[in-house]
């Protein structure tokens, strides 16, 4: 592990089938969609207003709102550091004319100097060490189903094209199209969770009337295994920090078969706490795979990982978001990944509809164009003034991954059955109640 920081695929068979229109999509089917090209793009899924790590609120999603930043402790960029990419060596690459006074979390990632790194590659992303003042970041949105969240990156180098989480990076003052090229390592992890879970979290969730914890959500705006989590550990370091405590409720999601390297951790938290796995799994075919997630596992090595976990006796789920319309709602596409993680254990298995914000939609819609131009007028009528696709459409995908659910037995989402646990002694200075109403 980092000093700057705390403490073979089972395969299987797919049936082809002709291209035609499929009876569950509004969408003509593209060519590509059964033989796309590699390519190498964009990072992972989600909505959820939060507040950020330099202890301000930062909210994201249909229908929000921004509040103002406090000053971070950070001198101000100067205008070397605010020079083009590749004249400075921090992570604020603006131009001078672009120059305006940072604040908050833009502040803090201009002055980040960079990460060290092993890796050696040309193609692999710039590192830079974020010191951030919390880890563990309040949710103030009831339409997700958590009360706060742990991203221990800024940043996914997995590249995926329909990322919503792009935004992320638009609160750093940089580009949206950065968000897989710029990747931000929080620092001091360990111990800044540790002070966070005594000082913030409560075992009494308002959304529950007191009787069972507040739900802590780890993944929602970036990969925490991705590959940074190999050098840097930031991910590994919070969930050692949980595994000391008892009576929590956390989950974790991840398109990357790497977490089966922390099967000894789960375990330890699962003894003591509430704990679910999630993997995302959009597609089974390998080669759309590639060209909507450049640098994300391969599909089967996810399958596996599934297996994997549940054989070591943890509750693992599979998230099949997002669905995007015209490229992975073919008729059998839903239905293999379904039938696929039934077979290798999974618990629970839900599915939502694309949701393209326009961070996202500015990397999204150049690739439709690009690579399935027979959707192009379809998405710019869809997506042109909403972030969701129709309630027609999205009612018809709701009701076909119910019948999967109904067929494989899944249940919709991780049953929360963790009791309010009565706390040791010196953790109880600092709880504070939660303040939203997050259900599951």
């Known amino acids: 592990m980092s000093p700057v ?5 089972r395969a299987f068979g797919i049936r082809r089938r002709r291209a035609r229109q499929s009876t569950a999509t509004l969408f003509p089917v593209s060519p590509y969609a059964t033989s796309p090209k590699p390519r190498v793009g964009d990072a992972p899924g989600g909505i959820h207003n939060v507040h950020d790590d330099v202890g301000t609120a930062a909210v994201a999603g249909s229908g929000g709102s921004t509040s103002g930043y406090t000053t971070a402790d950070c001198p101000p960029p100067t205008s070397r550091e605010a020079a083009p990419h590749g004249l400075t060596g921090r992570a604020d690459h603006r131009t001078q004319e672009a120059a305006v006074p940072l604040v908050g979390i833009a502040r803090l990632a201009a002055c980040s100097p960079p990460a060290e790194s092993h890796r050696k590659s040309a193609e692999r992303p710039e590192y830079f060490l974020l010191p951030v003042k919390s880890i563990l ?8 189903p958590f009360d706060w969240t742990i991203n221990p990156y800024r940043g996914c180098e997995f590249g995926c094209v329909y990322c919503y989480a792009r935004y992320t990076h638009e609160y ?19 111990p800044l969770l540790a002070y ?8 009494a969730s308002q959304s529950s009337g007191g009787e069972k914890p507040e739900h802590i959500a780890i993944g929602t705006a970036t990969d925490p295994y991705q590959p940074a989590e190999r050098e840097y550990g930031v991910t590994r370091a919070c969930l050692e920090e949980l595994a000391q405590r008892e009576g929590l409720s956390i989950s974790v999601i991840t398109k990357s078969n790497q977490i089966v390297r922390d099967i000894d951790i789960f375990k330890k938290i ?3 706490s509430e704990l679910s796995l999630n993997i995302t799994i959009t597609t089974l075919r390998a080669r759309l795979a590639r060209l909507l997630e450049p640098r994300a596992p391969r599909p089967d090595l996810r399958v596996a990982a599934v ?22 709602d073919r008729e059998g596409e839903l239905e293999a990944v379904a039938e696929a993680v039934h077979e290798a254990g999974a618990q629970w298995f839900f599915s939502g509809v694309l949701f393209l914000m326009p961070s996202s939609a500015k990397q999204f819609l150049p690739f439709v164009r690009e690579k399935f131009p027979r959707l192009t007028k379809q998405y710019e009528e869809w997506y042109a003034k909403e972030a969701y696709a129709p309630e027609k459409y999205r009612k018809m995908i709701a009701e076909r991954v119910a019948r999967l659910k109904q067929k494989y037995g899944f249940d919709s989402r991780p049953q929360r059955d963790t009791q309010r646990t009565t706390p040791c002694a010196q953790m109880k200075l600092g709880w504070e109640s939660a303040t939203t109403s997050a259900a599951l």
Not at 5 to 9: D, G, M, N
Not at 182 to 189: P, S
Not at 310 to 323: C, F, Y
């Open 196 to 203: 966070d879970v005594a000082h913030k979290y409560s075992y």
């Open 5 to 9: 920081l705390s403490s073979t695929a």
């Open 270 to 272: 699962a003894e003591r």
């Open 137 to 144: 970041n309040k949710c103030d949105s009831a339409r997700v």
């Open 172 to 190: 750093m003052e940089l580009d949206g199209g950065e968000f897989e090229r710029k990747i931000f390592v929080k620092k001091d992890a360990g």
């Open 307 to 328: 297996r994997q976990l549940r054989e070591a006796g943890l509750r693992v789920g599979v998230s099949a978001s997002p669905l995007i319309p015209g490229i992975t």
